[in-house]
C-alpha cells in the first residue's frame, strides 16, 4: 500500500473503508414517510400473516374462478382450489343455472370431482352419468348439490343419517360483469354489487354489450408472495421493465396523462391511453377493439384482493390468484374476444393477445421475473425492511396511489398496519 507523503497509514485505512452506502442502523431506520407511503417487508413473507390474509381477506371477499363461456353447456363443471386452495367444483346445472360448491365430500371428506373440467354426462369410471360421484365410497350428488345416492344407506344409517341431510356445501356464485362467475366463502357478507361500488360501469360497455368468450387460458405457479404480482397491475412505474410498453406507451405523446382513480373496497381505475402499438418494431395499429373501446385503447381495473381486468384494444386479459403460502401464488391468466368472432377476427384477436402475454409474448414473463427476484430478495432475515410507496404525480401513470389505495384497504381488512404489522390499526 502506497501513502502520499505525510499521510499515516491508519489514516490511508480509514479513508479506503469509507463508507458510501448505509451501516445498518441507517438501513433499518425508517424513512420519514407517512403510513401510507410505506409497506414492511414482512407482510409478504410472514406465514402467520399470510394465514390472517386468508382468513381475514380472502375467505371475505368476492373472488372470480372462471367465465360462463368456459361452462356453455348443462352439466359442464370445472374444478379449482380458491382462496388459500380451498377444493370447489363450479357446475351448470340442468336448469342453465351456474352454482359452486366445496368440492369436499361430506362423508369422510374425500375430493369428489378429480378432473379440473368436462361434462357430468361423462361418468366416472367408478361413477353414474349427470352426477358428482365420490370415488371412496361411492356417495353421488347431482348438479344442484343434492345428495342422491348413499350406499347402503338405510342397513348402515338406519334413520341416523340420510340423503337429504347431506348436501353438498353451497358457495354464494354471481354471474356478473362480463359474464365472469363470481364466488365469496362468507355466507354472510356484503352484496358483490357493493363490494364492486359500481367499478364496473367503468368498462360496463366494453363488457356487457354482447356476449364474450375465453381464447386463452394459461396457468403459472410462482414462487412469490401474490401481492407482488398483483402490484404490478396497480403502478406503472415498472414500465421501465417492459420494453413494449417503453416503446409503445413511455416514448409517446401522452403517455404521463393516464390517472388512476382509487374507489371503495381497494379497487381502482386505470384510465384510458392510447397505445402506439405500431412503434413496436414489426408491429401493427390494433384493428380491432371492444365495443365502445378506441382504436388502440388500454383501460384497466385493479380489484382488492389480486384481480386485474386489462382490456387492451382488441382482447381483454383478466388475472385470477390463489394464494397458496406467503412465498407461493398460482396465477391464471385469461384472454377473451368477443364470442361472435369469426374465425379470422379470433385469430386477430390471439395475435395482438400472444405479442405483449402470451407464451411467447413479452410483459407477462417480464413481470414474473421480477417478482420471482422480489422474493429472493425480502426472504426473512435477508435484511429487506420496507418497500416504498411514496410516488406523488398527481395521480397519473407513476404515481403510487393505487398502491396506496390497496394497502389502506388491506390494513383496514387485516386490522393491522402494512406499514408496521405490530401496529393495530387505527
Ligand atoms: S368419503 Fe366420499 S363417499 Fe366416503
Ligand atoms: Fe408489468
Redesign the pocket.
Known sequence: MSTVAGESPQAKQSADNEVTGRLSKQWSARLPLPDSHLVDTRIYTDPAIFEQEIERIWHKTWLPVCHESELANPLDFRSSGIAGDVPIVIVRGTDGKVRTFLNV??????L?VRKARGNLSVAEPSGNSNHMT??????QFNAEGRCVE??RERAGYQDRVCKAGMGLRQIRTEVAYGGFVWVNLDDDGESLDDYMGGIFDYMKVELESEPLEVFHYQKVVINTNYKYFHETGREFYHDFLHYHNRQTGMMQKGYFDRKYVPYKNGHCLIGLTISQYKAYQGYEDRGLTFPGMPKNGWKGIGLFPGITFNLRSSCLRVNFMTPISENRVLIEVRGLGLKRDDDETRASRIRDFNTIWGPFGRNAHEDFLAIQTQAVAVRPGSGAKYCVMAREEDDTTHDEIGLRCYYSEWSRRMGRLASDPTRTHP
Open positions: 365430500c361430506p362423508h369422510r371428506g374425500n369428489i365420490c370415488m371412496f365410497h361411492g356417495w348413499i350406499p
